[in-house]
């Protein structure tokens, strides 16, 4: 549906680029100028620097380019300074001017001839500068981008303990760079698209050949393809545009905003896709497990990973329901309680007029109001969020006597489980509150249901063709090294089959190392 | 479109179930928990039923008080609702420990007081059966004064709990109870509890037995001889037995501490005769020795292992015999024993059995091991 | 969609939870009493036989269900007719195992709440699950089965220390009498019930796998019934033929320390899922049932309607409890047999001489995929 609305909006916006598809460049400078700015009339930033080789007259130019999406470095020494000062005479064909300078005057490591007026526009916009020369019917177009980006900085929502610090920045080229820091083989591909009518989003899809999955490779790009959108301004957008499962609250594509987990994933098999100006590379498939596994996993012991790769898929299922379970227990099965116990939680609950259901509903918002307060907060205020949160709501409530004590600890300890998987914490949310209704019409059966109704639900669902959810009776030797454990690195000699990874052989280290003496 | 169709309809059924439901949703701390409920006849009607209700107060440091309210109605579930117009809180069981009985209710059969209990979803069969000693049982929880809890059923509860450390009164709860009024061949026997007056307070204790036929009381049994009972029932798990021997300086009384006991029932049956072995194994440890003897060599030791099976024997067939003269059923489970082993031959038998077990033959073979002498290896001496 | 398949092993789990789903909580052979456990035994050796004939005509035809197999041995109006009473027993399965969810609930846990709100919040998980197909429901079988046996592990474990092995005594007492009349009840339910897998089994993936599949899953279902059967006499002794719910009495009474007890919600857990198991492959089966009569692209477009119904039907089934105990241990056995057996018999027999007459005629062995 979202498909057929944007091309039904495209159509109506027409947009110029494609009507520039046929048009060429003349031949006289000051036409091919008085084209351009016609193009880009209004656009101040847009510069034209018309200059003449010293000796001879006939040798002339006019650079364009747009102000600060340029390297005045490159402009001025590589560009401007050769064709102006150097003594054209010795070996220059005058007549075959552009390939020329082209050849033999530019210093810039990467140059074109170009005629088509469509390819020299969407250039320019990117930051080249365009050589346009007096009497050629062809433009030069020097690669000179330069601009501003953010330094590489360790990224807030995934910080390690151990492991690179290093974050993916907002230009593609430094990610692509960083990526192929890590691996450095021909194998490594790259695929550029263009995607957005408006933005012209570079896309680049990435993936290890003979590693990753043909299958998957091409389901992808068919996704892709079918993205037709005026414009994309994070990856995210993208990983909504293709994934599987589109009303599920659990993520099908997975995003990282870290190098070394993007290199990973590549050699497990996987497929990233980088976008411009967005610091998160999206890989796929992406499936459940994947949302309990952390990069230093991997780095740090794996008896250590192991356990804590387990306290997160443990924490996960706890703050579904620790809501839904307590709720249940407090409002219908007293029975279950041991009898001290339902003293104590009894005499808590002593004058608090809400009933339990809309007690915990209400502080399980607040906890969500402040948690997004945080978020977006800067870090000063952010503090003051959490005074006004712990001291005020938390306290105070108890005192006054509008919640019970055992409703903020539950609230706290679902909150505190819900931030220990941060990857799911969309679907953490909305399964919670699903489950906390449905306790409430029928005790723990109906948080039974829930737990069913879930189950059955990510059973189903396929991120790109592989089961999101591991199926336990096919799954038997390799592919439990890295599921809910972490095996250690010298036995996972295979890469995991169940993501169609092909050419499965990962390491032949041998195993006698100082295994036994270690 | 249809996801959100599916979603709709979803949240039109949810929001029917959430505003007309909550059919069993009940706060906890609007709950009325019943801790004990004591049963007599009643004056007007036929069951007067007292109950300790556990009441929670507001505030910081409160602790749980004790609440008793008394009403009457001509069933058990009649009385049991008939709270409602008293307190208008609506009791809720499944916390209760104990279930306390008259004797004068007990007389009458109590299977018809017991079925309403047994037969609700909400009350729990783990509850524990006893018969009052007092006139009443309502009176054990208006007067009783518990010594360690406020509610006086918990501790009750707690008292039948670590019987098992003294055995001088069985541990039965309603479950236990039902099987054997099920079962043919052994007959149901309760504890029994009293008020006692100790330091001008009137403090409960838990000892004794009562005994029944089918469903109806018709005696008791003191301490000792509950423990005996236990013996052949093969419940004692620990308890002390205390043996007198002779010495140097009069007598020196020893307590052996029961570790463990294995007790086994053997029917012996020739022609159409039957007899029946009590095998008991006891594991104890010398824990006190009143005296200067020395029962830890071995001569002193295996002359006091011998005494006190003896005195074990002695009071177990005294018991027997007791029951078998005065009461005439059959608590110790010979028959069920008979009917397991032989289901044939007590196919024949049942009938009559009650008139047989008068005249029953038991032969106890008691043997009592004596394992250490606890922290010390020899007699306090007193020197001079 | 691709052809559904699912793996020999999720099968086993699917069935399994299938034969153990409301058997758990009923209790199998209660006309045996203490000796209910030897009833399971003697219901697990009669079923085989006829276990033994399914997976023999889910091998002779493989890749096929139950109605279809109908079509091809009895002929076009005949296989209808008697699918119709499949889909009929399938349907009206589906909702006894619902009412018995539905009745469990109220009896033991809510007795304010209408029966109809969980017997609809379960209907509505069937529903769910059988429009996403069989695959799913297998998937989900291996996934909930070893936790259940897990929850189930424990419990026992639990109650070990609490065992009154006497109460198993005589055995034997009242002779071989009641315990063949319980396995005969152990037989229909819940042993043959398989017989609807036959519907549902469409989707296994060797011509082996049926024998495998069938005879593993009843196998281990019929041992965890029958120690379960040994755990719930041995605690509750005389009482135990008494109880509606006897496994669930059964727990309560468990009680390890001061903190472990009133785990008996842990056996309604396993209930759920069971009954989820049972009425879902119920309702798969009637909805594949009624595509195949009536030529529907779909079955999932019949899944709603059919849920809806069986619900509806499961509400109006019985008027009491009783009711539904003297049904599932009294009458069951008779109304369930030709479904069980006869049917089954005289289609295995038809399918064998059709093969046998097709055979020297030089044609290949029907639908050797």
Known sequence: MTLKKQNAVKENNKDNMAELNDLLLGSSLEENIALLRNIFTNDETLVFRRFQNRNIKAVKCCAVYFNGMIDPQIVNKDIIQPVLSSDLKDGIDIHNLPEELQYKVIASGNVNLENQLDQIVSSILYGNTLLLIENCEKALIISSNGWETRAITEPESEKVVRGPREGLTESIIMNITMIRRRIKDPDLKLKFREIGSKTHTRVCICYIENVASENILKELEKRLDQIDIDGIIDSGYIQELIRDAPFSPFETVGHTEKPDVVAAKLLEGRIAIISDCSPSVLTVPYIMIENSQSNEDYYNNFIYSSFNRFLRTISFVLAVSVPAVYLSIVTFHQEMLPTPLVLSISASKQGVPFPSFFSLLVMLLIFDLLREAATRMPTLIGQAVNIVGTLVLGQAAVEAKLVSAPVIIVTALSGILTLMNLKLIGAVIMIRFLFLILSSILGIYGYIFGVIAISLHLLSIRSFGVPYMLNVTTLKGHNWQDTFIRAPWWSMKLRPKIIGAKNLVRQRTKKTGGKKTG | MKPFKIILLVLIIMGNLLLTGCWNYREIEKLAIVAGVAIDKGTNSRYRVTVEIVHISQGRDAKPSSRIVTMEGETMMDAVRNEISLSGERLYWSHAKVILLSQEVAREGIAKIIDWYTRDSETRTDVKILISGEKTAGEILERGKGVTEEIKSFELNSMLDNQKSLAKAPKIDLFDFLNMLESDGTSPVMPLINIRQADSKSVLEIMGTAVFRHDKLIGFLDGEETKYLLFIKNKVKAGVLSQEEPGEEGTCPVALEIFGNKTRLEPLVSDNNIEFKVNITVTTAIDEIEGSENFIEDKGRIKLEKDSEASLKAGIENLIKKVQTDFGVDIFGFGSELKNDKPKLWGKLSNNWDDRLKSLKVTVIPKIHIRNSAVLSKTIKVKD | ?369
């Open chain 3, 1 to 369: 969609m691709g052809k559904e398949l699912i793996t020999d092993k999720e099968a086993i789990c699917l069935l399994m939870l299938f034969t153990m789903g409301s058997t758990l909580i009923l209790g199998v052979g209660s006309d045996a009493k203490n000796d209910a456990w030897l009833a399971v035994i003697a219901g697990l050796l009669m079923s085989l036989p006829v276990i033994l004939i399914y997976s023999r005509l889910l091998s002779i035809f493989p890749g096929k269900d139950l109605f279809e197999i109908l079509d091809m041995t009895l002929g076009r109006l005949l296989g209808k007719l008697v699918a119709l009473i499949y889909i009929w027993y399938a349907f009206h399965l589906g909702a006894l195992v619902l009412r018995n969810f539905g009745e469990f609930m109220v009896t033991m846990t809510m007795p304010e709440t209408p029966i109809f709100v969980p017997m609809l919040g379960l209907g509505l998980l069937c529903v769910f699950a059988v429009r996403l197909g069989i695959e799913e429901i297998g998937r989900i079988s291996a996934y909930l089965l070893p936790v259940l046996m897990i929850i189930l592990l424990i419990v026992l474990g639990l109650a070990i220390p609490q065992f009154e092995l006497t109460n198993l005594k005589p055995v034997l007492g009242k002779g071989l009498g009641p315990v063949i009349n319980g396995g005969f009840s152990a037989f229909s339910f819940p042993f043959a019930e398989s017989a609807i897998l036959l519907g549902a089994f469409f989707c296994l993936k060797t011509k082996k796998s049926p024998f495998k599949v069938y005879t593993l899953a009843i196998l281990f279902a019929g041992t965890l019934i029958m120690v379960l059967t040994i755990r719930n006499i041995s605690l509750l002794g005389q009482l135990t033929s008494k109880l509606y719910f006897p496994s669930y009495v059964a727990v309560s009474r468990i009680s390890v320390g001061d903190f472990i007890q009133r785990i008996e919600v842990t056996v309604s857990i396993i209930f759920v899922v069971g009954a989820f198991a049972k009425s879902s492959i119920c309702l798969l089966v009637a909805s594949r049932g009624i595509q195949r009569i009536f030529k529907l692209k779909d079955y999932r477009k019949v899944v709603i309607q059919l849920g809806s119904l069986m619900v509806l039907l499961s509400y109006i089934v019985y008027d009491t409890t009783m009711m539904m105990q003297y049904w599932a241990f009294k009458v069951y056995r008779y109304y369930a047999f030709p479904m069980q057996v006869i049917f089954p018999v005289i289609i295995w027999i038809i399918a064998e001489a059709k093969k046998n007459k097709s055979k020297p005629a030089g044609k290949k062995a029907p639908a050797n995929e």
